[in-house]
Each structure stands twice: as structure tokens, then as C-alpha cells.
T-cell receptor, first 114, second 113 residues
Framework: AQSVTQLGSHVSVSEGALVLLRCNYSSSVPPYLFWYVQYPNQGLQLLLK??????LVKGINGFEAEFKKSETSFHLTKPSAHMSDAAEYFCAVSGSGGYNKLIFGAGTRLAVHP | KAGVTQTPRYLIKTRGQQVTLSCSPI?????VSWYQQTPGQGLQFLFE???????NKGNFPGRFSGRQFSNSRSEMNVSTLELGDSALYLC????????????FGPGTRLTVL
């Protein structure tokens, strides 16, 4: 079975500081990994996805994530936080023959303060 | 291209009633998946439809059902509503291939009183 663990339900950073959101996965098959962002009263927007082409994945809005098989991790980073990055972030995994069945982590709420 | 649309955006029902939610995928997408989002359980997969067939199903009771039409639009139905069914229901569409990006709609907020 596949699962995702996001460490830290709440993360707070200063504007301009590094953003690091942690995600660890469990999968018996090579996984497909995703990061989504959700703004209040909206659906989910894809930030980036890993499909084994490259371990360092660049996404939208300056975010990137690195796939580390040895650590079963897919942490999300952004060098410099903006106020507009305040939102909830979800890591998700798929790939055990479940096609579009995404298994989500519990989410991390990112707060950015001036 | 227009994004995924969901109707209605907000819905209030009482216990015991049934409800139908609608989802129109991005043009050309043949797969529609449904998810339930609650504060307690987070985001959970309900089911996926591809070319009018249910291809995958999550661990939800039979009160939750869905269907897909020939134009790929999908509906989900919840019968005999319970208070615990209050949630944001999200629909996502994709081309339907493994690892495809799923594009989410804005969701339908269902409140059960």
C-alpha cells in the first residue's frame, strides 16, 4: 500500500526566508509524486510532479522538489518566500496500478509573515 | 481551455436526504476522479471514471456512487446523507493515463444539517 507523511501541519516563515515543506512516502512500486497547493475556498493546483525523468523537479512559482529514493522523501523548497505563498500544501503519491488514484498527505499550512 | 467546473458550489441538505453533484472535465479529458476533503480525514479518494466505466474505487460505503456520461461529464450521488458527509467534494480530470496530471475543480461544499 502507498502512503504519504507530511511532517509539520503548520510551518511559519518570514518573507524572503527559505521554505521547506517535508514529505515522505511509502510505495512498493516506483512512485509518481506530486505537490499541490490549495488557497482558501479553492481547489487544488499542481505545483510540480515527479515521474522518474529527473530527481530534481522544478515547478511553478519558484518551487522545486528533490526525489531521494534512499530517504523515501520528496521535500518541497523555495529559496525566498512571498506573502502570496501562504496556503496549504499537499504531497501526493500514485502509481500502484491505481492510475488516477492519488493518496494525499495530511497537508502543511504555510504562513508567511512580514 | 476552460478548467474543471463543478456545480453547485455550495449545498445545504438535511440528514436522510440525497444529493447529486456535477463535474465537467477539461475538454478532451476522459478521466474524472472524485475526492472528499474534511478537516478530520483530509483528502480521500472516492472513485475514478474513465470512458463511462468506474476504473477505481476508494473505501467509502455504497451510499456514495457515481457515473460518467459519454461526453465525460460526471456526477456523484450520496444517498441517505449523514452529518459526517459534510465536506468539500473535489473533482479532478485528466487524460487518463498513469501519472497524468489531475486538474482539480473548485469543489462543492456540502453541509449536512
Amino acid at each position: 500500500a502507498q502512503s504519504v507523511t507530511q511532517l509539520g501541519s503548520h510551518v511559519s516563515v518570514s518573507e524572503g526566508a527559505l521554505v521547506l515543506l517535508r514529505c515522505n512516502y511509502s510505495s512498493s512500486v516506483p512512485p509518481y509524486l506530486f505537490w499541490y497547493v490549495q488557497y482558501p475556498n479553492q481547489g487544488l493546483q499542481l505545483l510540480l510532479k515527479y515521474t522518474s525523468a529527473a530527481t530534481l523537479v522544478k515547478g511553478i512559482n519558484g518551487f522545486e522538489a528533490e526525489f531521494k529514493k534512499s530517504e523515501t522523501s520528496f521535500h518541497l523548497t523555495k529559496p525566498s518566500a512571498h506573502m502570496s505563498d501562504a496556503a496549504e500544501y499537499f504531497c501526493a503519491v500514485s502509481g500502484s496500478g491505481g492510475y488516477n488514484k492519488l493518496i494525499f498527505g495530511a497537508g502543511t499550512r504555510l504562513a508567511v509573515h512580514p | 481551455k476552460a478548467g474543471v467546473t463543478q456545480t453547485p458550489r455550495y449545498l445545504i441538505k438535511t440528514r436522510g436526504q440525497q444529493v447529486t453533484l456535477s463535474c465537467s472535465p477539461i475538454s478532451g479529458h476522459r478521466s474524472v476522479s472524485w475526492y472528499q476533503q474534511t478537516p478530520g480525514q483530509g483528502l480521500q479518494f472516492l472513485f475514478e471514471y474513465f470512458s463511462e466505466t468506474q476504473r477505481n474505487k476508494g473505501n467509502f460505503p455504497g451510499r456514495f456512487s457515481g457515473r460518467q456520461f459519454s461526453n465525460s461529464r460526471s456526477e456523484m450521488n450520496v444517498s441517505t446523507l449523514e452529518l459526517g458527509d459534510s465536506a468539500l467534494y473535489l473533482c479532478a480530470s485528466s487524460l487518463g493515463l498513469e501519472s497524468d496530471t489531475q486538474y482539480f475543480g473548485p469543489g462543492t461544499r456540502l453541509t449536512v444539517l
